[in-house]
């Protein structure tokens, strides 16, 4: 009897650990839930309804930094693919084709993909769509002939072995293209890179005649219509006069745009040329005067610089040429901000100088006077470097002014400044610096002014 209550307690001891155990686990806190993400608005805008041609413009609200973001027009119409413009704005355009069938009394579907997870949410169309459904409007426009608007050669120089050729066709979208070289070669495909726009390449091999380049015939296909075009080769029958200049368009950051630092700044442009086409050599981006072409992404259609960039202004200024040597240039500004201290629901410190703008011709007769715009009582540091052409040396850079100041119950501030050392010089360039903290939060402004000369 002894040896079995021996036995019942031991065994009771060695299963008290395990039965603890079994008790502590539920106890212990749930996993904090993640925000779900999702799309919050849509919109899309045409120029000429749904009908053939007709450019669709969207853009869809949802959470940021989407992996793959797509808009459905409609029960069983195009897909389209959108690009984040700014955080949470995402954007794309469509061309209507002939062989589309959009129906405006369906619904849209925008859809947002992060991880491998889809989210998606259904729109109506705008009411002026649906307007031209309920009037009868067929989504297609009549019949029309089709036609090549255009079909060039760009040679990029003499005609000679080894030499590439490009060939570019403007026409209906959304058709078939080739083109055929009459005893060289025969059904070269023209990809449409673009709505309307066809482009392919042939590269000149040594036995191939020269003269048959300038009878190059091309052939648009769109449903049942093909039609034919014969190159077009204006001036030296070898030659593809180009007197047209590239464009330069998309700028990413956009102009006066306010970016966070938090991860890389993105700096994206679209390059265009419809003659001889874009030279990717010849490409140069600056950044406050800094040549950063060398950590930039060069094609012939777009342009990538992804930097860490310190907070502050950055003038940012891009020069491209095509290969006819046609130069276009494009200058824009935009502010890289500070990372705000605190949860992503901060309200943003505000900061505005009022008294000038940037790049403003000033006479100070030694004499700045700052003024401007934050949160109320928040403090505000002026600092102001003047940069002077000293026995015509350009660049000589001297502090002259550091000042700080309270805001007055409206936010409002005022910086009387009197600049050290003998100056102003005229042509001297003044660059101010503005800090308003308040808290936890900081913001900044930076702005050049020039000192009128004479």
């Known amino acids: 009897m002894k040896a079995t209550l021996r036995s019942t307690a031991l065994a009771a001891m060695l299963l008290a650990p395990l039965a603890a155990t079994l ?11 993640v925000a779900m993400p999702k799309v919050t608005n849509m919109s899309v805008n045409s120029d000429s309804g749904l009908t053939p041609g007709a450019t669709l413009r969207l853009q869809v609200y949802a959470t940021p930094n989407a992996r793959r973001t797509t808009v459905t027009l409609g029960d069983g119409g195009p897909t389209v693919h959108l690009r984040q413009q700014t955080a949470g704005n995402y954007a794309g355009s469509y061309v209507v084709r002939r062989s589309d069938r959009i129906d405006p009394t369906t619904l849209m579907t925008a859809r ?15 009411p002026s769509f649906q307007a031209l459904a309920a009037m009868g409007a067929a989504p297609a426009a009549p019949a029309h002939a089709l036609a090549i608007e255009r079909f060039v050669m760009r040679p990029m120089g003499r005609l000679e072995p080894g030499r590439e050729l490009r060939f ?14 009459p005893g060289v070669i025969r059904g070269v495909d023209l990809s449409e890179v673009r709505p309307g726009v066809y482009e392919g390449t042939y590269t000149i091999r040594r036995r191939d005649d020269l003269d048959a380049f300038r009878n190059a015939v091309a052939t648009l296909r769109s449903g049942n219509q093909r039609v034919t075009a014969r190159v077009d080769v204006r001036g030296d029958d070898r030659e593809v006069r180009d007197e047209r200049p ?24 679209h390059l265009s040329d419809e003659g001889s086409g874009i030279d990717p050599a010849t490409v140069r981006l600056r950044l406050n005067g800094r040549d950063v072409t060398a950590d930039a992404r060069v094609t012939p259609d777009e342009l990538h610089y992804r930097a860490d960039l310190d907070p502050g202004r950055y003038n940012a200024e891009l020069t491209v040429r095509d290969q006819a040597g ?18 992503a629901g901060s309200v943003e410190l505000p900061l505005q100088v009022t008294s000038h703008s940037n790049n403003m011709v000033v006479d100070t007769a030694g004499n700045l006077s700052i003024q401007g715009r934050t949160a109320p009582y928040a403090n505000v540091r002026v600092q102001v470097d003047a940069v002077a052409s000293v026995a015509g040396l350009l660049g000589l850079t001297q502090p002259v002014a550091d000042q700080t100041v309270q805001a007055d119950r409206n936010g409002h501030f005022a910086v009387a ?21 308040s808290g936890s939060q900081t913001a900044e402004e930076r702005l050049t002014l020039i000192q009128r000369q004479g």
């Open 23 to 33: 008790v502590v686990q539920p106890a212990q806190a749930a996993p904090a839930r």
């Open 168 to 181: 570019r066709l403007v026409g209906e979208p959304g058709g078939d293209a080739w083109m055929d070289i």
């Open 326 to 343: 046609n130069a276009s240039t494009k200058s824009w500004s935009f502010d890289v901000m500070p990372d705000r201290v605190g949860g």
């Open 112 to 126: 947002v993909t992060f991880g491998d997870r889809v989210y998606s949410r259904q729109f109506n169309f705008p």
């Open 246 to 269: 590239p464009q330069i368009t998309e700028l990413t950051p956009a102009n006066g745009e306010r970016i966070g630092e938090r991860g890389r700044t993105h700096v994206r442009a």
């Open 417 to 437: 400044l009197a600049p050290r050392g003998g100056l102003p010089i005229p042509g001297t360039r003044y660059d101010v610096h503005v800090t308003a903290t």
